[in-house]
């Protein structure tokens, strides 16, 4: 396919990374931002965001000059070929997502997009917003595609360049295959729907993987119950090709910029139409209560009163790899420690500053310092490697909670502490898991 020229509206995570790798595949690609200061440190390759290959990548389309950054949308469409909206659509009031920022780029481009350029929707918005960007544009000439992102912060970059599949939809079906042409680069399938089929596509992914977490969150707490052990469990059931090994592991919750946000507004569309979502409510509701039972646990550990206890945070993003706080779980359960009382001194390796309620520290030994508990709440590798009898020594307590399953129990108890994890019996560090 001969490169085009693209537009990418909007430099967070999934635009950045959507603009740097169409430029990757050969494409010119101008990426737009509204924040002058952002637009300039771009355009000098400093990349904010901590995403594995994604500086090198901006890099690489800058010096090729296929990759360029400006202020304002308005000018810089004028001779695209291809519009992306990649801003924002937080959760609004009462659940549903926010487009204002989409109606507002709409808004502003809408009479001087040229004509056959496609407006893609990669932002994740509900199902009937490519009809509603229709109707607001009032223009036959303009297709609107919706192409939704399946990028996993920490393997954004790989996600893209080689995904599971492609998929885009509109009512312009020459328009839809078009769009899907332009990652012709990648071996991955294309999806070719209709909008609305479209729009679903990226609502239903991700709430099916909120069941699915939601779900082994349930089972550990009856493997708690029963005496079993989550990790053989989660092994067993792997291992059914129906059923896969990701998104078995339990921990303190689900969160992050997707989640929580494409659950909420997938219920209020279904409120929409007169569908009692049931079973994604629960999923919510299961999320909260798996929350409350992390914050139970480590209530236990410090003697059942959390008021004036010194607990040590290891892990404040919402999953290794990113520095994104966004509907973090670690938040969320940290959030409830200092409410009821607790003292917090926690770590991060890639959270610099002060958080509300919480001591941050810059190093990780320094939780441990008269800690009557630590709490590994994100899944960092590093956490592993930590000299757990040092530990110990700084320690006043003897208790690690372990949300994430992810320390070696028998590191931990030959250290002279006491391991409790998730859905595994306090024996674990005697079991050997293959």
Same mark, same amino acid.
């Given at each position: 396919?001969?490169?085009?020229?693209?537009?990418?509206?909007?430099?967070?995570?999934?635009?950045?990374?959507?603009?740097?790798?169409?430029?990757?595949?050969?494409?010119?690609?101008?990426?737009?931002?509204?924040?002058?200061?952002?637009?300039?440190?771009?355009?000098a390759?400093?990349?904010?965001?901590?995403?594995?290959?994604l500086?090198?990548?901006?890099?690489?389309?800058?010096?090729?000059?296929?990759?360029?950054?400006v202020?304002?949308?308005?000018?810089?469409?004028?001779?695209?070929?291809?519009?992306f909206?990649?801003?924002?659509?937080?959760?609004?009031?009462g659940?549903?997502?926010?487009?204002r920022?989409?109606?507002?780029?709409?808004?502003?481009?809408?009479?001087?997009?040229?004509?056959?350029?496609?407006?893609?929707?990669k932002?994740?918005?509900?199902?009937?917003?490519?009809?509603?960007?229709?109707?607001?544009?009032?223009?036959?000439?303009?297709?609107?595609?919706?192409?939704?992102?399946?990028?996993?912060?920490?393997?954004?970059?790989?996600?893209?360049?080689?995904?599971?599949?492609?998929?885009?939809?509109?009512?312009?079906?020459?328009?839809?295959?078009?769009?899907?042409?332009?990652?012709?680069?990648?071996?991955?399938?294309?999806?070719?729907?209709?909008?609305?089929s479209?729009?679903?596509?990226?609502y239903?992914?991700?709430?099916?993987?909120?069941?699915?977490?939601?779900?082994?969150?349930?089972i550990?707490?009856?493997?708690? =119950?029963?005496? @079993?052990? +989550?990790d053989?469990?989660?092994? #067993?059931?792997?291992?059914?090709? %129906?059923i &896969?090994?990701?998104? !078995?592991k339990?921990?303190?919750?689900?969160?992050?910029?997707?989640?929580?946000?494409?659950?909420?507004?997938?219920?209020?569309?279904?409120?929409?139409?007169?569908?009692?979502?049931?079973?994604?409510?629960?999923?919510?509701?299961?999320?909260?209560?798996?929350?409350? =039972?992390?914050? @139970?646990? +480590?209530?236990?550990?410090?003697? #059942?009163?959390?008021a004036?206890? %010194?607990? &040590?945070?290891?892990? !404040?993003?919402?999953?290794?790899?990113?520095?994104?706080?966004?509907?973090?779980?670690?938040?969320?359960?940290?959030?409830?420690?200092?409410?009821?009382?607790?003292?917090?001194?926690?770590?991060d390796?890639?959270?610099?500053?002060d958080?509300?309620?919480?001591?941050?520290?810059?190093? @990780?030994?320094?939780?441990?310092?008269?800690?009557?508990v630590?709490?590994?709440?994100?899944?960092?590798?590093?956490?592993k490697h930590?000299?757990?009898?040092?530990?110990?020594e700084?320690?006043?307590?003897?208790?690690?909670?372990?949300?994430?399953n992810?320390?070696?129990?028998r590191v931990?108890?030959?250290?002279?502490?006491?391991?409790?994890?998730?859905?595994r019996?306090?024996?674990?560090?005697?079991?050997?898991?293959?």
């Amino acid at each position: 396919m001969t490169p085009a020229r693209i537009v990418v509206v909007g430099t967070g995570y999934v635009g950045l990374t959507t603009g740097a790798c169409l430029a990757g595949l050969g494409h010119n690609v101008t990426c737009v931002d509204v924040d002058r200061a952002k637009v300039s440190r771009l355009s000098a390759g400093r990349v904010d965001i901590l995403e594995p290959g994604l500086a090198e990548l901006v890099a690489r389309g800058l010096a090729a000059g296929r990759l360029q950054f400006v202020v304002g949308a308005r000018d810089a469409v004028r001779t695209a070929e291809a519009v992306f909206l990649c801003v924002p659509t937080p959760m609004g009031a009462g659940g549903s997502a926010d487009l204002r920022a989409v109606e507002a780029v709409t808004t502003e481009i809408g009479d001087v997009l040229p004509a056959g350029c496609a407006l893609v929707t990669k932002s994740t918005v509900p199902v009937g917003t490519s009809k509603r960007i229709e109707a607001m544009l009032g223009r036959s000439d303009v297709p609107v595609v919706s192409n939704p992102e399946f990028l996993r912060e920490g393997t954004a970059v790989a996600d893209f360049l080689g995904p599971d599949r492609i998929v885009v939809g509109s009512d312009d079906r020459a328009a839809a295959h078009w769009v899907g042409e332009l990652y012709a680069e990648l071996d991955a399938p294309v999806v070719v729907a209709d909008a609305a089929s479209a729009e679903l596509v990226k609502y239903a992914a991700n709430c099916f993987l909120a069941l699915k977490l939601s779900y082994v969150n349930s089972i550990a707490e009856l493997c708690e =119950r029963l005496d @079993a052990d +989550i990790d053989l469990v989660t092994e #067993g059931m792997g291992h059914d090709r %129906r059923i &896969g090994r990701t998104f !078995l592991k339990p921990g303190p919750g689900w969160g992050g910029s997707c989640l929580p946000k494409d659950t909420s507004a997938l219920v209020k569309v279904a409120e929409s139409v007169n569908y009692d979502f049931k079973m994604l409510t629960s999923a919510i509701d299961e999320n909260i209560a798996q929350r409350d =039972r992390i914050v @139970a646990k +480590i209530a236990g550990a410090v003697g #059942g009163t959390l008021a004036g206890a %010194r607990i &040590g945070v290891l892990g !404040l993003a919402f999953k290794a790899g990113t520095n994104d706080l966004r509907d973090s779980p670690a938040l969320a359960v940290s959030s409830v420690l200092c409410a009821l009382g607790a003292e917090l001194i926690a770590y991060d390796p890639a959270v610099d500053g002060d958080i509300a309620g919480m001591t941050v520290v810059d190093d @990780a030994y320094q939780v441990a310092k008269d800690a009557d508990v630590v709490v590994v709440l994100t899944e960092w590798a590093e956490f592993k490697h930590l000299d757990w009898a040092a530990m110990a020594e700084l320690m006043e307590g003897i208790d690690v909670v372990d949300t994430r399953n992810l320390l070696d129990p028998r590191v931990i108890v030959d250290a002279g502490l006491s391991w409790q994890g998730v859905g595994r019996p306090r024996a674990a560090a005697r079991i050997k898991v293959s």
